[in-house]
């Protein structure tokens, strides 16, 4: 599993900066190996994300009930509305300027550009859920305020 990179120090022009994504379809062992290994990768650089997201569908729930007391911040977060919506409640984000994409995110852009027509959608999907999250219910002033400066994690 590739390490993602460090997070850039605070002060982007940004609203936010997407560091890595990464598509993979796992199992419920899978994921729970994949997030423990992302977050001591994190932790290793000396980050700690204020949440980790979890889709509460699939195996969500489940791997929400095996890592709450393990993960600080896990939240189950319940999509609303289509996928095709949530993209459309992101979009003007995206052409303001306000999310930039490290190096490494090769396969997010393409989904994104591919989007809706395109042969895979979770990476997008797991994508504006995180941003609409953020937007909703971190960023002071409904998105207006910065960030916080620690990543933020979103599992699918």
Excluded: Y
């Excluded at 729930?61 to 949530?86: D, F, H, T, Y």
């Amino acid at each position: 599993m590739p390490s993602p990179p460090a997070p850039a120090a605070p002060g982007s022009s940004h609203g936010l900066e997407v560091l890595w994504s990464q598509r993979q379809r796992l199992d419920l062992p899978g994921v729970v190996k994949f997030l423990i290994g992302t977050l001591n990768d994190l932790g290793q650089q000396g980050w700690s994300p204020d949440a980790v997201l979890i889709e509460d569908s699939a195996n969500g729930p489940a791997v929400c009930q095996l890592l709450q007391r393990q993960i600080p911040g896990l939240i189950a977060v319940r999509p609303r509305g289509g996928k095709l919506s949530r993209a459309h409640a992101v979009a003007p984000l995206l052409e303001a300027g306000q999310l930039a994409f490290r190096s490494g995110n090769d396969a997010l852009q393409s989904e994104l550009l591919g989007f809706p027509h395109g042969a895979h959608d979770d990476l997008v999907d797991a994508f504006c859920q995180g941003v609409i999250w953020l937007e909703n219910r971190h960023w002071p002033a409904g998105g207006r305020g910065a960030p916080s400066s620690r990543p933020l994690l979103f599992s699918r």
